[in-house]
T-cell receptor, first 115, second 109 residues
Framework: ETGVTQTPRHLVMGMTNKKSLKCEQH?????MYWYKQSAKKPLELMFV???????ENNSVPSRFSPECPNSSHLFLHLHTLQPEDSALYLC??????????????FGQGTRLTVV | GQNIDQPTEMTATEGAIVQINCTYQ??????LFWYQQHAGEAPTFLSY??LDGLEEKGRFSSFLSRSKGYSYLLLKELQMKDSASYLC??????????WGAGTKLIIKP
């Protein structure tokens, strides 16, 4: 248990579906992140939130839409995804935005399959 | 561009020692992390190096040479539960994390 909880753990969705991934952290951290992890590729940073404000969006397609209603919760809304979006989506949090010596804590991820 | 290189896969024997290397080319350097990730699980923090030298933490040690853009993770007295992927990540000049693709470590009895 890392203090970061993601639901669901597994998700299969069609290309026309709309679904949402949820992340919750109980660590009192101020920054939260969405990452995409594909097989044999580096973690790809998608979005960064600091104190509920989006501070980074790494050229992510608009079919991915993040939401951060408060500092403990982070959502990733999905719609009209493509098969190449199938991956493990990881949520992480850290005390502050930026990584000057403070580690990030990760959730177990949502394994997403787009059919 | 920024680049982190680590071997894709390594195999080692239970009870032995293994060294996982990581080389990096980044815009600036503000530290290097090692994470462990078991299949289907969250990456978990192992170590953080910002100064040159060896940091020892039980069976695991991490080494850094900033002049060579090089780090390694040393695992001693390997156990079956050490089978996992090991991720190297560098903090660049903007305090962003640049990740390697990870090294899958397979431990054989």
């Amino acid at each position: 248990e890392t203090g970061v909880t993601q639901t669901p753990r597994h998700l299969v969705m069609g290309m026309t579906n709309k679904k949402s991934l949820k992340c919750e952290q109980h660590l009192g951290h101020n920054a939260m992140y969405w990452y995409k992890q594909s097989a044999k590729k580096p973690l790809e940073l998608m979005f960064v939130y600091s104190l509920e404000e989006r501070v980074e969006n790494n050229s992510v397609p608009s079919r991915f839409s993040p939401e951060c209603p408060n500092s403990s919760h982070l959502f990733l809304h999905l719609h009209t995804l493509q098969p190449e979006d199938s991956a493990l989506y990881l949520c992480a949090s850290s005390q502050e935005q930026g990584y000057g010596g403070t580690e990030a804590f990760f959730g177990q991820g949502t394994r997403l399959t787009v059919v | 561009g920024q680049n982190i290189d680590q071997p894709t896969e390594m195999t080692a024997t239970e009870g032995a020692i293994v060294q996982i290397n990581c080389t990096y080319q980044t815009s600036g350097f503000n530290g290097l992390f090692w994470y462990q990730q078991h299949a289907g699980e969250a990456p978990t923090f192992l170590s953080y190096n910002v100064l040159d030298g060896l940091e020892e933490k039980g069976r695991f040690s991490s080494f850094l040479s900033r002049s060579k853009g090089y780090s390694y993770l040393l695992l001693k007295e390997l156990q079956m539960k050490d089978s996992a992927s090991y991720l190297c990540a560098v903090v660049d000049s903007n305090y962003q994390l640049i990740w390697g693709a990870g090294t899958k470590l397979i431990i054989k009895p």
